[in-house]
Structures are given as C-alpha cells and as structure tokens.
C-alpha cells in the first residue's frame, strides 16, 4: 500500500504539469478530479476480484499507474508534442482505476484473514497508504537532490511502483484452523509505534524544510531513518508470523489428541450425523435448494416458508445490499461526511493564507493533516475493535464520532477563531481517517465478506460525488464571491459560508451514522 500511494504525489508535479502545459488553476483542479472518479470505478476490480487471482489485480493496478505516470512524464518533458488536456485527464484516471485495483485485493484478504480484527488491520494499512505520498517525495528529492521543477517524479514512479509485485507474489494463502487466536496485539501494537514513529519522522521533516534547505547529504539521511523504519515494520511483522504459525501447530497437536481419544463412540456419532445429512439432502429438491442458495434465504421445513434476508454479517446478495436501508443511510452518510472531510485539505492552504499565514506555512497544516489522518485510522480500527469485543459497540458509532469532530473542526474554521487552521486540519483529520480506516470493516460485518469488494467499492463512490459538490460547487462558490475580482481573497469572511456548510454536511453525516449504529445494536450479528 506504500507503493501503491501515487494517487497522493499529484502536488509533487502539478506544478511543472501547470507551466509545460500552460494550464491555468480550474483546468489544474479539474485534472485532478480524475484521479478521484477512477478510484470510484473502483467496482469494476471488486466483481473482477471473484473471477481472477489476486496477483493478476495486483499487476493490472501496477502496470497501469506505471503507464499513465510515464506518459505523463514524456508529455511534461515535451518528449511527446502536442498533447491535449484531455489525454492528461485520461491519464490520472487510469491512475485512480489501477490505485482502486491494487487495493481491493489488500482490504478484501485483510477482511477475510483477520476477521473481527478487520478494523486494527484496515486502520494499519490504511495508515501506511497515507504516508505512501511523503515517503515518495522524500525519495525523490534525495534522488534529484532537492526535488528541481518536479518534472522527474513520475519517471521515478513509473519505475518504483512495479516494485510491489514481488511483494505480492511472494504472499501466500492463510490455511486457519477454527477456533485460531485473533491477530496477536502485542505485534500489532509495535507495528502501529513504527507507523506512529514514521509519520512524526515525517512531520518533522515537512516542518524543517520550511525553515531550511536541506542539501541532498541530508536528503539521503532522512531516506534512510524511512528505510529503517520501514524494516523495522517487517521484522515486527516477521516476530508475530512466527508467534502465530507456533500457536497454530499447538492447535493442531491437540484437536488431534482429542480426536484420538474420543475413540469409536465419536466415530459413531459423526456417522449417524453423515447419513442424517445424507438423508435430508435426498429428500430436499435440487432446484429449490439452489434458489435458496442463490438468494440467500433459508427454507424453514416445519411451515415450507422462506426465512426472510441474511442477518446483518451474513453474505448479502447485490440484490438484498441495493434494497437495504442500511447500505443507503451508509452512502448518503459517506457522500455528506466523506465529502467534507475531503473538501478541507483541497482548501487547507488557501484557508491558511486568508488568515495571513504563508503558503509555505500553509503546506505545514496540509502536513500536519495527513499525520493526524493516520493517526486516526489506526486509533479509529484499533478502539472499534476493543468496543465492539468488550460492549458490543458498533463500529459505525466511531464513523458518526469522527464525522461529529470534524463539524467542529470546520465551525471553528468558519468564526475563525484562533488556530483555526490547526484545528480543520486536526479534527478534519479526524473524521477522513475514521472514514479510510472503518468503512471496509463496517461493510464486512454489516454486509458479509463474499461480496465486501464490490461493496466497498460502491460505498466509496460518496467520496468523489461528496467531495465535488462541497468543495468545487459550495466551498469554491462562496470564496470566489467573497473575493470578488480579486484572485486571493483575504480574511476570516473568506471561508466562513462554505466552511459552515462544510460544518452542517458532517452533522448530517454524523446523524445518518447514529442512526445505522442504532439500527445495527438492535440486529446485532454477535
């Protein structure tokens, strides 16, 4: 997920993007919403996910973010004469489909090989993603030797991102007994301290940078404390497989000691049981037993009635999750929620500057956003799964709490008040890792894992649908009225209508997930 984050790089080459190709700033934004609508196509790996092999999704989503980079790269250094915009569009979304296809796969085998740990799992790779992009750029400004115009990054990634498919083929499939152990915490929380540990190694480094320049000697330092860090992860990571195959062979050395002495009687029993089943199954019909099968009901054979639809954490047909209240208070959360906590990065710098602070500054919060957005993803899947364990908590209620904190946080954006800034950033962040980190574990178990990618997917379609609407037609609406002829607007009056409306879109979000947890606590799957 760390390679697969190119999608977060776009401002490492927009500008040199902007000046090869004499693009103003709408057409600028516009490109970039490209990147945002492939990722929501993201349904087509989700259905793709049932018919092929993993790997074979992993490589589609490789090869296609390393083409669309090259040719973005050969288009900005003018080794390709007379592109058009549009072919840039269609470069970024093609970015964004092969982004969706290496992920898919990734939180589809998380979902299924940790179960009710999906939450901490999700949290911790999401996390990772997010830092993707930083770790990026510091690669490549050690390698140019301070970064120049930002024309070389994509050749960089074009080569770098296919690094990810021995990582994949070298993955193999998990043969779990019933009853294994949830994953082991004691690794997943030094995995989550070393992710904690690179993101605060990050933010110091963006903080510094505003202050100083650093030489490229420094450059491949700071590289280098990445690079241990991420070997740091691979060794916990290492420690706890091990801790979990030694449990498993323990496992197994028992259940076959027990088998063993239960004896004939235990032989008997399951032979009675075989033929009880034998027996059932000649007497059920064929083909009502497939229909049952394919539309998820079950027959109860003392009325001859069909049960009603799966339980929440059953497998859901796409028929029962398209006609579920549930699945639609989600979307219409997610597009409200989603697309307000996405609307204040695209617009944190802007905000900073209306307040006076300087656009160097101003990177300095979109920093500070992406940090306190990892941090939240691996604190919003690491409290959801403890809640739910220990009190039967819902996960969507940590989905409602973070869009709630993000209410706050633009409210205090639009009076403004001191620090505004910091705190959009902070509490936006919030909300946004809340929303990465849980939105597949809360489709899982809401909706069941068979269809999850599809699922997922489709849910995540709210973000681009939200993040336009609020950010381009009411956050970008309001400022340029307020800024009237001029290009920058300055003051608190600049962002106080669209980040009040951004504030009443996370309320709303917020209620719509209250009330789907509340609906969940009383049809629990526990």
């Known amino acids: 997920m760390v390679l697969n984050s190119s999608i977060y790089t776009f401002s490492g080459y927009s500008q040199a993007m902007k000046i090869a190709m004499a693009l103003d700033q709408k ?26 092999p993993p790997w074979l999704l992993l490589a589609a989503g490789a090869a296609g973010q390393s083409v669309a980079l090259l040719m973005i790269w050969l288009t900005i250094t003018h080794r390709i004469h007379g592109a058009a915009v549009w072919q840039l569009c ?3 979304l093609l970015i964004g489909i092969s982004q969706a296809s290496v992920q898919t796969p990734v939180v589809l085998a998380s979902a299924r090989n940790f179960g009710r740990d999906t939450g901490a799992v999700l949290g911790l790779v999401k996390g990772y993603h997010v830092l993707g992009g930083s770790i990026f750029l510091q690669a490549f400004y050690a390698i140019s030797g301070g970064g120049g115009s930002g024309d070389g990054l994509p050749l960089m990634l074009s080569w770098m991102i296919p690094l990810m498919l021995p990582l994949a083929l070298a993955a193999r499939p998990l043969s779990r007994t019933v009853g294994s152990p949830p994953v082991p915490y004691g690794g997943m929380y030094g995995m989550s301290g070393s992710l ?10 963006s903080v510094l940078e505003v202050f100083m320049r650093f030489t490229r000697g420094t450059q491949v330092i700071v590289c280098s404390i990445i690079v241990l860090l991420l070997l740091l992860l691979a060794v916990i990571a290492l420690v706890a497989g091990f801790q979990d195959k030694d449990w498993n062979a323990t496992l197994l050395d028992r259940e076959e000691q027990l088998i063993s002495r239960r004896g004939v009687l235990d032989r008997k029993v399951a032979g009675s049981a075989r033929e009880a089943l034998l027996d059932h199954d000649e007497k059920e019909p064929a083909g009502r037993t497939e229909a049952l099968l394919e539309t998820g009901a079950t027959k109860d054979h003392e009325t001859g009635r069909t049960s009603p639809p799966p339980r929440l954490g059953d497998d859901h047909t796409l028929a029962q999750v398209a006609t579920s209240v549930d699945f639609w208070l989600l979307f219409v959360a997610l597009v409200f929620g989603f697309g307000a906590a996405n609307a204040v990065p695209t617009n944190l ?4 500057i209306s307040l006076g602070y300087s656009q160097k500054i101003g990177s300095v919060f979109v920093s500070l956003f992406c940090v306190s957005s990892c941090f939240a993803r691996i604190a919003a899947g690491l409290a959801a799964d403890y809640c739910l364990k220990r009190f039967g908590t819902p996960k969507s209620t940590f989905l409602a709490l973070g869009m709630a904190s993000n209410s706050i946080g633009t409210a205090l954006a639009a009076v403004p008040v001191p620090g505004a800034a910091i705190f959009a950033a902070v509490l936006g962040a919030a909300s946004d890792g809340a929303n990465w980190g849980l939105t597949a574990a809360i489709a899982c178990e809401m909706f069941g894992e068979r269809r999850l990618g599809v699922v997922f997917n489709a849910l995540l379609v709210g973000n681009p649908v939200g993040h336009y609407l609020l950010s381009s037609r009411v956050v970008g609406y309001f400022y340029d009225r307020e800024a009237g002829r001029e290009s920058v607007c300055h003051g608190g009056h600049c962002f106080r209508r669209g980040f009040a409306a951004l504030s009443a879109a996370s309320a709303i979000g917020a209620c719509l997930c209250w009330i789907v947890a509340a609906r969940t606590k009383t049809r629990s799957w526990q």
Do not use: D, M, N
Request: zero cysteines.
């Open 90 to 92: 269609l470069y970024e």
């Open 349 to 352: 710098t802007q905000l900073a």
């Open 27 to 52: 057409t600028l934004t516009a490109i970039t919403t490209f990147s945002g609508v492939g990722s929501a196509l993201g349904i087509i790996p989700g259905l793709l996910y049932a018919l092929v």
């Open 196 to 205: 904690v540990a690179l993101a605060a190694w990050l933010l110091v480094v």
